[in-house]
């Protein structure tokens, strides 16, 4: 079974500044997607962004992008520029594409945006 | 932009009654799902739905639990005889066939008590 662990429960960073959530997984798939859920305080799940393991290029969204680093099983989402809006719980997680494409998810990292 | 719809928004039931939560999927997509997440914790798996049957379930998804889609556009959650435990959050989520990301819901905000 996969296991996605994030292992910063909170982070809070000054508006306009660099912040990078960890996190890493296991899984024995060669092929597989990860992504980072957002949940603002309306508490829907919003994609941020995703990756596939085939994929060595990291994928970038505006001012979110990933390092994903495939043989250590890590990857954290970067935002630049952070804004007020930015502040919410983010979820890392993996899908087994084979797997009737279910999400594990992580137990979230709370990221608060200070002004 | 389509998106995915989940009524109520919160339901509060006593515990042993039964509860249906109800989504609408994206229209074109094939593949639903039901998570759940209990306060302050992680989004938990709870079943996923193809082509009119259940293809997988976690081990919360117990005699308890039932899904349905009844008419090609819902897709319900049933809850038999509810919990305290049962408290959560419920999120739908769908994705078309051939795609990786899944669209989620609003949610909804289950209390039993």
């Known amino acids: 079974a996969q296991t996605v662990t994030q292992s910063q429960p909170e982070m809070s960073v000054q508006e306009a500044e660099t912040v990078t959530l960890s996190c890493t997984y296991d899984?024995?798939?060669?092929?597989?997607?990860l992504f980072w859920y957002k949940q603002p305080p309306s508490r829907q799940m919003i994609l941020v962004i995703r990756?596939?393991?085939?994929?060595?290029q990291n994928a970038t969204e505006n001012r979110f992008s990933v390092n994903f680093q495939k043989a250590a099983k890590s990857f954290s989402l970067k935002i630049s520029d952070s804004q007020l809006g930015d502040t919410a719980m983010y979820f890392c997680?993996?899908?087994?594409?084979?797997?009737?494409?279910?999400?594990?998810f992580g137990t979230g990292t709370r990221l608060t945006i200070i002004p | 932009e389509p998106e995915v719809t989940q009524t109520p928004s919160h339901q509060v039931t006593q515990m042993g009654q039964e509860v249906i939560l109800r989504c609408v999927p994206i229209?074109?997509?094939?593949?639903f799902y039901w998570y759940r997440q209990i306060l302050g914790q992680k989004v938990e798996f709870l079943v996923s739905?193809?082509?009119?049957?259940?293809?997988?379930k976690s081990e919360i998804f117990d005699d308890q639990f039932s899904v349905e889609r009844p008419d090609g556009s819902n897709f319900t959650l049933k809850i038999r005889s509810t919990k305290l435990e049962d408290s959560a959050m419920y999120f739908c989520?769908?994705?078309?066939?051939?795609?990786?990301?899944?669209?989620f819901g609003q949610g909804t905000r289950l209390t039993v008590v």
């Open positions: 989520a769908s994705s078309p066939t051939g795609s990786t990301e899944a669209f």
């Open positions: 997680a993996f899908m087994n594409p084979f797997g009737n494409e279910k999400l594990t």
């Open positions: 229209s074109n997509h094939l593949y």
């Open positions: 990756q596939e393991a085939y994929k060595q």
């Open positions: 899984t024995s798939e060669n092929n597989y997607y």
């Open positions: 739905f193809y082509n009119n049957e259940i293809s997988e």
